[in-house]
């Protein structure tokens, strides 16, 4: 069974700071890699996909690397600002055994970017 | 990107009653999905709704408990039968897209008293 964790499991950084988010799988067999980002009480925003064949995708001041290999992904946010405060959630999705639209959640990580 | 309503947002309910969660995607698209969030957990996949067959339940969640309807490429309801305060989550409807992304409803948010 894969499983997803995520390391760590809360942050709190002042304005401005750069950011390492960890995701780890026990299972490389994965057909991609999402990361969301949820606000509290409210559904899941997509913020990056990585299919298995690729090492990372960027969006703005997002980056997010994979290596499929090792069973990890990172999340790097330059220059944090409040507004990127919310759980950020890592989910794989298994490239065998499964539905196509099943997908592996880690517990998240509650960033808090304070003023 | 698929936009995805559902309805209703939040509701509280008493023990032992249903409620119908409705799921309205802007597009057609061949499956569903319904996920449920506890509190301070993380997402699990109850179902895998497809158009014209029964749903497919992940271990753990029966249809009885859950039932579900797909009527047409847009549209999908989730039931929450006898319901009781452990059922307390929000629930999320979910679509794969073309680049297979997956693409989530703003929830709903359920507390049973």
């Known amino acids: 069974k894969q499983e997803v964790t995520q390391i760590p499991a809360a942050l709190s950084v002042p304005e401005g700071e750069n950011l390492v988010l960890n995701c780890s799988f026990t299972?490389?067999?994965?057909?991609?890699l999402q990361w969301f980002r949820q606000d509290p009480g409210k559904g899941l925003t997509s913020l990056l996909l990585?299919?298995?064949?690729?090492r990372e995708q960027t969006s703005g001041r997002l980056n997010a690397s994979l290596d499929k290999s090792s069973g990890r992904s990172t999340l790097y946010i330059a220059a944090s600002q409040p507004g990127d405060s919310a759980t950020y959630l890592c989910?794989?999705?298994?490239?065998?055994?499964?539905?196509?639209?099943?997908?592996?959640f880690g517990r998240g990580t509650q960033l808090t970017v304070w003023p | 990107s698929a936009v995805i309503s559902q309805k209703p947002s939040r509701d509280i309910c008493q023990r032992g009653t249903s409620l119908t969660i409705q799921c309205q995607v802007d597009?057609?698209?061949?499956?569903m999905f319904w996920y449920r969030q506890q509190p301070g957990q993380s997402l699990t996949l109850i179902a895998t709704?497809?158009?014209?067959?029964?749903?497919?339940?992940e271990s753990g969640f029966v249809i009885d408990k859950f039932p579900i309807s797909r009527p047409n490429l847009t549209f999908s309801t989730l039931t929450v039968s006898n319901m009781s305060p452990e059922d307390s989550s929000i629930y999320l409807c979910?679509?794969?897209?073309?680049?297979?992304?997956?693409?989530f409803g703003p929830g709903t948010r359920l507390l049973v008293l």
């Open positions: 979910s679509v794969t897209y073309p680049s297979e992304t997956q693409y």
């Open positions: 299972d490389s067999a994965i057909y991609n």
């Open positions: 990585i299919q298995s064949s690729q």
């Open positions: 989910a794989v999705r298994r490239s065998r055994g499964s539905t196509l639209g099943r997908l592996y």
């Open positions: 597009s057609q698209v061949t499956m």
């Open positions: 709704a497809n158009q014209g067959s029964e749903a497919t339940y």
